[in-house]
């Protein structure tokens, strides 16, 4: 793979690692995610492209019910060599990752394409209506739930027709 050029394709099945996203969905550890790359050879390293698949299940922003979300993420990344740096480049780039010679570390990049494809709040539904607020009752099985709301400045005299009805 030293030859600029060289490409290889990679299709790989795999259990999920232990954090692959964030607190409110992920793909659950152990569970099966694919990798279909791309893996061509150029002068500074290895460029990886091509996607990562499988399921993410979490909860719901509004309602809490269960979400399931199939992952289809774009991944790409430079591996570079370690002699192929040059002095007064910048080493911070978030597409570029240390390559030993012989393996490409993939978890890190795989992770980074993963948490960027989920939603920041995940819905069951975009029109999810949630819980109320009052009781935490489910708003999509009782469309027309409401309570009564009393001002709270009105709430002093409410005790004075409590004492008129007594």
Known sequence: MRRPGAQRLV????PAPAVLGTDLIAVP????????????SVQEGIWVSGTVNGTAIGEC????DEVRREIAAPVHGL?????????????TSED??????????LE????DAVVTDLPFTPLCSPDCPGLCDQCGAR??????HAHEVL??????????TDEKES
């Open 79 to 91: 591996f570079e060599y370690p002699d192929s740096r040059t002095a007064g480049e910048d080493e």
């Open 11 to 14: 299709s790989e099945v795999f």
């Open 108 to 111: 890190e990049v795989v992770r």
């Open 61 to 64: 922003g509004r309602c809490l």
């Open 29 to 40: 550890e152990g569970a099966e995610v694919r990798l279909d790359l791309s893996l061509e």
């Open 139 to 144: 708003l999509a099985d009782d469309p027309d």
């Open 96 to 105: 570029v990752f240390e390559f030993d010679g012989e393996n490409l570390e």
């Open 151 to 160: 001002d709270p400045r009105w709430a002093a005299l409410q005790s004075l």
